[in-house]
């Protein structure tokens, strides 16, 4: 292996991409399969050179001022010469050579300067490319002469603009060997059931690792989740549901199995699917996927709860009775796993047909792991987006109705004129987060589960299942296990409660305007980190407190859900358990990719943030 010649930390010059202009930059770090040199110019620009592009500061001579001739006559301008010739000075033939030979030096450099440009090299990326994640705010440098300047020049395409580059200098015919690479790796398709093969592959790299732990441990949580989620149900029924006694018995298969259940969850999936279709709302650009194109949302998810509660008012004014779902509470969690599994194997068999680009990045091509995780990125049927749908409607929506449907459960069973003080904290804190998200539908599109993940088993049963009957965990303890809580103790919660809220709703407002709209005057205060991709780093405001100030606040308003349930059993925290365990792994995984993608800039910004989440603490 080749010896390198800068250490890091060195003061050099260095080329300009396009231009024979060196300038002082900063070595970063060297890679020694590719031989090229990080480097940092003054201005914060982080670009990758050849070693023969870098010079050490001590090839460059200062220029003396004034007329590069030495002469003292020359300098005054004197028109007095002598004719006879300095010793010193060689025959007017051979000067004329030498000017000559000169010229052609000069016209020969000038020749390999002109050849040599600036080459954008495009990583090919798994299904999206994305600038944006959850938690990292960024945006585009605002005086971006680099970019501005590419783009003048080679006139770059709207796909080839949206993907991440990276910049070295390439003489033209070398350019001939990296057309040849590229047409290599467009011609390795992947057959239908054979492991994709991954651009790290391509480049000679290490795959990417599984999460989750890998192909057994997405499979022991399918197998073990459906399980849990009925345990789960069933202690919360007990008198003493206590985690220290003996679980109580599974029932059979057809004590569980409800058709008419079945039909009321397909009627209630069906009916959020006609309000997604309807032609209100607004629509939007989602984030550019690998080609370059940007699918079309519809928001319209505030007005698809606002007639679903018009459609429960009438409902309840006909005399339907909505005690049948706390009676069949299990039967119907029963037919949306059910729903959530038979979701699941169509986007499998679905996905086997999907093209390259249309794959999700967390993808593997192993058929267990994409099964859970999802292999195709955005599923849809025509214009019907299934991932984008499933997040906020059936089961989002469906945990208020479930929460109402506890509300009159407890009055009933209790025989209360008015419901709980406890119950009433309980849903009214879940609705204001549900109405806060489908109120804010937009940011949706900017989260790893639509940018990044697939639609799998992981969100197919995590949406439809997992949120209206584990989120409304509290109000179902509640219907057999009432507790009293003082309008004092009260006050406490709802302090804790709106407390969590600020701090989840300015973090995520200051990230969507800070990706809107970065030159906006209001940000103006905000101090951001440059990094080599072009975007920043927002390291002040709610994001220079903690990395995820939004995965905080939300855990506090996690807890104040469950204090009203009182202290006289675990269950109830249940839920704040499973969150915290949940937004510390996703909060591991947007470091690694963060990492991976910001490099040193990254490093910086956990100088600058040392905290993940809890302040102090983690």
Known sequence: MPSRKFADGEVVRGRWP?????????????????????????????????????????????????????????????RSRS???????????????????????????????????????????????ISRYNGEPERTERDGMLHRNAEEKFHLSEEIRSMSTQYSLRPRREEIKLKDIDSKEENIVPTKGSTLLKTSEVLGTQPKSLEFGGVPGVFLIMLGLPPFLFLLL??????????????????????????????????????????????????????????????????????????????????????????????????????????????ST??????????????????????????????????????????????????????????????????????????????????????LYVVDALWNEEALLTTMDITHDGFGFMLAFGDLVWVPFIYSFQAFYLVNHPNEVSWPMASLIIALKLCGYVIFRCANSQKNAFRKNPTDPKLAHLKTIHTSTGKNLLVSGWWGFVRHPNYLGDLIMALAWSLPCGFKHVLPYFYVIYFTVLLVHREARDERHCRKKYGLAWEKYCQRVPYRIFPYVY
């Open 83 to 129: 004719r006879s010739r300095s010793p010193g000075r060689p025959p007017r033939s051979s000067r004329r050579s030498a000017s000559a030979s000169h010229q052609a030096d000069m016209k020969e450099m000038r020749k390999e300067v002109l050849e040599v440009k600036l080459t954008p090299l495009v990583l090919k990326p798994f299904g999206n490319s």
């Open 346 to 431: 169509y986007l499998a068999v679905r996905a086997a047909w999907a093209p390259p680009a249309a794959l999700a990045p967390a993808s593997s091509g192993n058929a267990i792991y994409d099964f859970f995780i999802g292999r195709e990125l955005n599923p849809r049927i025509g214009t019907f987006d299934l991932k984008y749908f499933c997040e906020l409607r059936p089961g989002l929506i469906g945990w208020v109705v479930v929460n109402l449907v506890m509300l009159l459960a407890e009055m009933k069973l209790q025989h209360r004129a008015a419901p709980s003080l406890a119950m009433i904290l309980v849903n009214s804190f879940q609705l």
């Open 234 to 343: 069933l202690l919360c029924k007990e008198e003493e549901p206590s985690l220290l006694n003996f679980p109580p018995p599974m029932p059979a298969l057809s004590e569980l199995w409800d058709t008419r259940a079945f039909a009321i969850y397909f009627f209630w999936f069906s009916l959020q699917a006609l309000f997604y279709i309807l032609p209100i709302g607004k629509v939007v650009e989602g984030m550019p996927l690998a080609d370059g194109r940007r699918l079309k949302y519809r928001l319209n998810g505030f007005y698809a709860f606002l007639l679903t509660c018009v459609a429960v008012g009438a409902a309840l004014c006909r005399g339907v009775e909505l005690h049948y779902v706390y009676r069949h509470f299990l039967p119907l969690a029963l037919a949306a796993a059910t729903f959530a599994m038979a979701l």
């Open 18 to 78: 396009g231009s024979s202009l060196y300038y002082e930059v900063e070595i970063l770090s060297h890679d020694s399969q590719s031989q090229l040199y990080t480097v940092q110019y003054k201005d914060g620009t982080e670009l990758e050179l050849k070693e023969n592009d870098i010079k050490p500061l001590t090839s460059f001579r200062q220029r003396k001022s004034g007329s590069t001739s030495s002469s003292p006559s020359r300098r005054r301008g004197s």
